[in-house]
């Protein structure tokens, strides 16, 4: 996916201080982030650009949040979505018309695909 430009970093007051950890590893090709159900996010080494590695950060964040609150889980071979199974077999992981994506990419910033 192509980030659009957005605002960038902010500085949040400590009353926000998030501790979310952030490991920058080689992912597999395609996959620009992953959300870890330990609460850890991982973002691929390949993103050069901050603005983009930014943007898919808030993604996975999302992602945290709804593992979290217990919306979202998943193993091998599932995904499960407020007690709904979604076969990985089936789907196209990070596809927008996923639930789960849907609100992953509605709170964060506009980008195009390609
Ligand atoms: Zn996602």
Redesign the pocket.
């Known amino acids: 996916m192509k980030i659009r430009l957005g605002s960038g970093f902010k500085i949040r007051p400590p009353f926000h201080t998030d501790n979310t950890p952030i490991h920058h590893v080689d992912l597999e090709e395609g996959v620009l982030g992953k959300a870890n159900k330990n609460g850890t996010i991982l973002v691929s080494d390949k993103i050069t650009d901050p603005e983009e590695r930014q943007s898919v950060i808030d ?1 996975e964040k999302v ?1 945290i949040d709804q593992i979290k609150r217990g919306d979202l889980d998943y193993d091998d071979d599932f995904v499960y979505w407020k007690g709904k199974k979604y076969s990985r077999d089936d789907m196209q992981e ?1 596809a927008e018309n996923l639930p789960w ?1 849907a609100e ?1 990419y509605s709170k964060t910033d506009p980008f195009e695909k390609y």
């Open positions: 993604h992602h990070g994506e992953a």
